[in-house]
């Protein structure tokens, strides 16, 4: 006798499901992520540990808690300078909605902005994957150093356009080394630091001691953007409110008086119609 396909699949359990994820399952009344019932997290457990736990699929140890806390703390803000906080208040001033002004400031972020964190991340883990049989450290850093300077082109994570000691590098640093979390990834950011400070007079900024931090607790380097941006978050929801309360609508970031208009001369519209004829 023939066996019908749905005698088959329950036999072999077949299925085709639309979508995969290891991190929650919801079902009737229960929420489990990462293996834990939410309403047993809720209480329990730090924004930072979540994040933690979201990402890495595990819970932190106390130190990677302490660290991560002070990871996202240092993301908080930088005032009006950045291109993201200037795009959410000039969208607030417009007079959208706040969840619009929010998504604009994070759509702010791209390559010039924000995305140090991950070219730093990388560069760090790779060098440590490169040359993970190499002790001396000082050799690895001294390589790190001359593959960027050879090209002409910065080093990750070192220099800053307004900083000639970034103040939250220094104080991640003095964090990590009192909590004993001077891993492969920080010692050797150090170490370029070092180096780089000798040749160009060049510290680490914010972006390479958090690069360095997130790397030795073993976050991938595609996953730092994202780790900024919810640092950077509470900043954004700042200034979209200070806009929108204490600035008039439709504030004028610059004057007109102040743009300088570089285009053709004037034309009169004639113009247009003896070029239409022209290619008659």
Excluded at 38 to 47: C, T, W
Aim: net charge positive; glycine share 8%.
């Amino acid at each position: 006798m023939a066996i019908g396909r749905e005698s088959l699949e329950k036999v072999f359990k077949i299925s085709n499901p639309k979508w995969r994820t290891a991190i929650t399952k919801v079902e009737p009344n229960r929420i489990i992520t990462r293996g834990y019932p939410q309403e047993d997290l809720i209480g329990s457990v730090s924004f930072p540990e979540m994040v933690y736990l979201l990402i890495k699929g595990e819970m932190p140890s106390k130190k990677e808690s302490k660290m991560l806390s002070s990871v996202l703390v240092s993301f908080c803000d930088h005032g009006i300078t950045p291109p993201s906080t200037q795009a959410a208040r000039m969208i607030a001033s417009a007079g959208s909605p706040v969840h619009a002004c929010i998504a604009g400031g994070l759509l702010a972020f791209g390559k010039n902005h924000a995305g140090a964190i991950e070219r730093s991340m990388m560069a760090f883990q790779e060098a440590i994957h490169r040359f993970d049989s190499e002790n001396d450290l000082f050799n690895m850093a001294q390589r790190f150093v001359d593959y960027y300077l050879k090209k002409g082109a910065k080093v990750p994570g070192f220099g800053h356009r307004y900083h000639n000691e970034d103040p939250r590098a220094v104080k991640l640093m003095d964090i990590a080394q009192k909590n004993d979390f001077l891993g492969r990834h920080t010692l050797l950011a150090l170490k370029v630091q070092d180096i780089l400070l000798e040749k160009k007079g060049i510290k680490m900024n914010i972006d390479g001691a958090n690069a360095s931090i997130l790397s030795d607790m073993g976050f991938d380097w595609r996953t730092g953007t994202g780790i900024f941006m919810i640092g950077g978050l509470p900043g954004l929801i700042s200034h979209v409110y200070e806009e929108k309360v204490l600035e008039s609508n439709f504030r004028k970031f610059i004057d007109i008086e102040d743009v300088y208009y570089d285009g053709i001369s004037e034309k009169k519209v004639s113009h247009i119609n003896d070029l239409k004829k022209s290619g008659d």
